[in-house]
């Protein structure tokens, strides 16, 4: 996914706001889930459960980031996701996520057909 820095994302001097990288991610996985239909509804949905990241080099205002994902792990219960964000090709952001699949406020199994996906 692609994404441009706008003055909201960034603080007084055009920076990126540390939170706001997390923030693209998240962006990311959705889009992901609703390229592929899969609905995120009281009847299933993941939540992050972990999260370590390291930031590397600074955005600024009117930048253009490469948001990209890759599955790492897959359980019965939980995905762990690496996202990595580009700068005219060059890394500045790398998060590991662990996410799982929750039904009505319980961690569940991930249905086959939402499994499917990151395999």
Do not use: W
């Amino acid at each position: 996914m692609q994404t441009r820095v706008y003055y909201e994302d960034t603080d007084a001097g055009g920076v990126v706001y540390h939170t706001n990288y997390i923030k693209f991610c998240e962006r990311a996985r959705s889009e992901i889930f609703f390229q592929n239909n899969i609905p995120m509804d009281e009847n299933g949905y993941f939540i992050v459960k972990s999260l370590s990241c390291e930031f590397i080099k600074s955005a600024m205002l009117g930048d253009l980031l490469d948001i990209k994902t890759k599955v790492i792990e897959l359980k019965k219960v939980s995905a762990t996701l690496n996202q990595t964000i580009y700068k005219n090709d060059i890394k500045i952001f790398e998060a590991n996520i662990t996410i799982v699949y929750m039904v009505k406020g319980k961690i569940s199994k991930i249905p086959q057909e939402k499994a499917a996906f990151f395999l």
